[in-house]
């Protein structure tokens, strides 16, 4: 009888430990800075930056829409969940300005 106790322990410890580290991940996306939420438009007028609670959306001539969470001062998109992300490095953010180093190292400077 003891053995199936101990059978039953691990695996209840396992679903404990992993339900733990999933939780603690899931503040992430509520801990946007809200300096960055609202529309952006790039100093050369091509490309649009529209940061909600809910949704990253960029639009260069076809707006798309992506699910984000932010870590430290990493952007990371993901279209529908999808993996792996799209990091976006935020360089410098205030009231008024964002700059971000795209994915392909290009720096982009948004303005309200």
Same mark, same amino acid.
Not at 60 to 72: A, L
Not at 92 to 105: A, C, E, I, Q, V
């Given at each position: 009888? $003891? $053995?199936?106790? /101990? /059978?039953?322990?691990?695996?209840?410890?396992? @679903? /404990?430990?992993?339900?733990?580290?999933?939780? *603690?991940?899931?503040?992430?996306?509520?801990?946007?800075?809200?300096? @960055?939420?609202?529309?952006?438009?790039?100093? =050369?007028?091509?490309? $649009?930056?529209?940061?909600? !609670?809910?949704?990253?959306?960029? !639009? =260069?001539?076809?707006?798309?829409?992506? =699910?984000? +969470?932010?870590?430290? !001062?990493? %952007? +990371?998109?993901?279209?529908?969940?999808?993996?792996?992300?799209?990091?976006?490095? %935020?360089?410098?953010?205030? =009231?008024?300005?964002?700059? @971000?180093?795209?994915?392909? *190292? !290009?720096?982009?400077?948004?303005?309200?």
């Amino acid at each position: 009888m $003891k $053995k199936y106790r /101990l /059978l039953l322990v691990f695996p209840v410890c396992a @679903l /404990l430990a992993f339900s733990f580290a999933c939780n *603690s991940n899931s503040g992430e996306t509520g801990q946007v800075n809200k300096k @960055l939420l609202g529309k952006w438009k790039s100093k =050369d007028g091509e490309t $649009k930056l529209e940061i909600t !609670d809910k949704g990253f959306t960029t !639009d =260069d001539g076809q707006p798309i829409t992506e =699910d984000y +969470f932010v870590k430290n !001062d990493t %952007i +990371f998109t993901s279209y529908q969940g999808s993996r792996p992300f799209t990091k976006f490095l %935020i360089k410098n953010l205030d =009231d008024h300005k964002l700059t @971000l180093f795209y994915p392909d *190292s !290009d720096l982009v400077e948004f303005a309200r």
